[in-house]
């Protein structure tokens, strides 16, 4: 069946500019994770949704990250006012649902150069 | 200190040889464990979840240390294929936590 999709691949902005990566979980998962992975780092969290609810965006590094899933499966990531240090790989993942011991499935991810 | 705390290698050792990576974490209150493996330029994907009572796979084996807060792979008769970086994973609540990884390289 069909994974987790990510759009685009890949997206070079200018600094100062805004972007939206998109995410498509795996159909009936409830649960669904943004990540930034940076050269040489594990993912590291940014928001959780459970289904059109943000549960946890303890992880969104300021006020220029916001992330929405307002039917509950595709996702938007929306970061203003680019800056360069926000080039990295951004990561999304699904679940069944949001407990613990479920196994999390990452799509190819969207890698973010900010000039 | 880092939440989730990894070697990060490189780790290089031949074909057929056993090697053990460890992982620790900070958060006593942490509720699952987890090895991913993240080739080069792809997403990570699940190893194995790692049990209190220790569990394998084939040719690894996880064990989770709660008193000590300690977490470990054991790769035997590493294989060619087995190339990649291992990814520690702690999950507690709704937050996941990646270990920054560790690479190891096996060599014919």
């Known amino acids: 069946g069909a994974g987790v999709s990510q759009t685009p691949s890949n997206k070079v902005t200018e600094k100062g500019k805004y972007v939206e990566l998109r995410c498509d979980p795996i159909s009936g998962h409830t649960a669904l994770y943004w990540y930034r992975q940076s050269l040489g780092q594990g993912p590291e969290f940014l928001i959780y949704f459970q289904g059109t609810g943000a549960a946890d965006d303890s992880g969104l590094p300021n006020d220029r990250f916001f992330a929405v899933r307002p039917e509950g499966s595709v996702s938007t990531l929306k970061i203003q006012r680019t800056e360069r240090g926000d080039s990295a790989v951004y990561l999304c993942a699904s679940s069944l649902t949001g407990l613990a011991y479920n196994e999390q499935f990452f799509g190819p991810g969207t890698r973010l150069t900010v000039l | 200190r880092k939440e989730v705390e990894q070697d990060p290698g490189p780790f290089n050792v031949p074909e057929g040889a056993t090697v053990a990576f460890n992982c620790t974490y900070s958060?006593?209150?942490?509720?699952?464990f987890f090895w991913y493996r993240q080739d080069c330029r792809k997403e990570p994907k699940l190893l194995m979840s790692?049990?209190?009572s220790g569990n394998e796979d084939g040719r690894f084996t996880a064990q989770l240390n709660r008193a000590s807060q300690y977490i470990s792979l054991l790769i035997r008769d590493s294989k060619l294929s087995d190339s990649a970086t291992y990814l520690c994973?702690?999950?507690?609540?709704?937050?996941?936590?990646f270990g920054a990884g560790t690479r190891l390289f096996v060599k014919a």
């Open positions: 958060n006593s209150a942490s509720q699952s």
């Open positions: 790692v049990y209190s």
């Open positions: 994973v702690v999950k507690g609540g709704f937050k996941t936590i």
